[in-house]
């Protein structure tokens, strides 16, 4: 059975150890070195990159988000096992894993360390799809005779290379399709390595729950629970016709991933219609401080992502999904293009407060729609805030500062709350 070495990426013939280096870091599989879709995904990314600025807490949990009365954004693998979660209310975080280091994060940081991984992808292939900060698809059919060694290897080398030189780790899926791919990312994290092959598709989907799907929530999932669908196995016994019926164009969405069959190519370069980011919380809440909190945070980090494509908006939307999954949506349409996480946020705010206390909410998100260059943004020509333009000069200040003297260098009052 073909077999690779993650540490020193020999190549060999079976085997548990490598017999160059005799590391255990090996990945055997049939198919090892006939697949080409692959999805990377980052190691906690946010917490990474933080435990690579402070060696110190290399042993010690540690969460990113707010204060006392602030959330998760995410946290590492150590305080994943005491049960923390992300979006969860940093009060419960903390009762779960009393000893954690918070640390407050620093999107700047995290966005010019994603260029650094989305740069090192680029010399592999083209064809690369991000899905956020900290993963995407790569599509290396027909690279094996540029780099002079089959795609495993170049996934390999190419994490090896990231851990080396960034000091963060990810975990690799390989497979025949964007679907399989990225289950297989998420089957041995940290530092995993896992492949899915054509002739097992069907096999090893069978028993998996229909959460596996991506996109399934737990009313979906609820939905297909009641017309006694549980797991794959379960979806593959209807037929085609009849899931479409019951459950629309979801349906034949779903018979055609049942049977491993996702046809969707890497798109290296999607328009990019709107940028959101929302939060699905562990228990509902309605106080107001803990989703004021939520809005900051998905503002800014929102804000991030258009900066580092060099985007703005024209319009600002909220998403609140209630306690009895109903969904409320609100936007808002600019004067001017905006990429500001203060604009961001107080638009956000502002759609909230027009809601009227909506009641206990599962899930909030904030989005900008209406893409635009940013060379079209913030310009300052709204007449009514004429302190917009000022926050948005002091926003601009502080990316600088970051830029120059590490994104600790300056924080925003709200982010300490």
Known sequence: MPALCRHCLTTFDDGTRCPACRSPRVTAHPELFDLSIAHMDCDAFYASVEKRDRPELADKPVIV??????????????????GVRSAMPMFKALKLCPDAVIIKGRMDLYVEVSRQIRAMMEELTPAIEPLS???????????????GAPPAVMLARLTRRISDEI???????????????????????????????????????????????FGIGAVGQESLRRAGIDTIADLRRWDRADLARRFGSMGDRLWHLARGEDMRPVRAHR?????????????????????????????????ARAKARDLAGRVVTLKLKRANFTTITR??????????????YREG??????LGGPGPARLIGVGLADLCAADAADRGGDLLDPGAARRAAAE??????????????????????
């Open 65 to 82: 988000g707010g204060g006392r009365r602030g959330v998760v954004t995410t946290c590492c693998y150590i305080a994943r096992i005491r």
């Open 133 to 147: 900060l900290d993963e995407a698809f790569l599509d290396l059919t027909g690279t094996a005779r540029l780099h």
């Open 167 to 213: 000091g963060i780790t990810g975990s690799i899926g390989l497979s025949h399709n964007k679907f399989l791919a990225k289950i297989a990312s998420d089957l041995d994290k940290p530092r995993g390595f896992s492949v899915i092959g054509r002739a097992e598709t069907e096999a090893f989907l069978a028993p998996k729950p229909v959460g596996i799907v």
């Open 271 to 303: 328009p990019v219609k709107s940028i959101s980011k929302e939060t699905t919380f562990d228990e509902d809440t309605a106080d107001p401080d803990i989703l004021d909190g939520h809005i900051w945070r998905l503002a800014e980090q929102v804000s």
């Open 331 to 344: 936007r808002h349409a600019l004067s001017e293009p905006t990429q500001m996480a203060d604009r961001i």
């Open 349 to 354: 705010r502002a759609l909230f407060d027009a």
């Open 396 to 417: 601009r200040a502080t990316d600088a500062i970051r830029a120059r003297f590490g994104a600790a260098a300056i924080a925003k009052g709200r982010a300490l709350r």
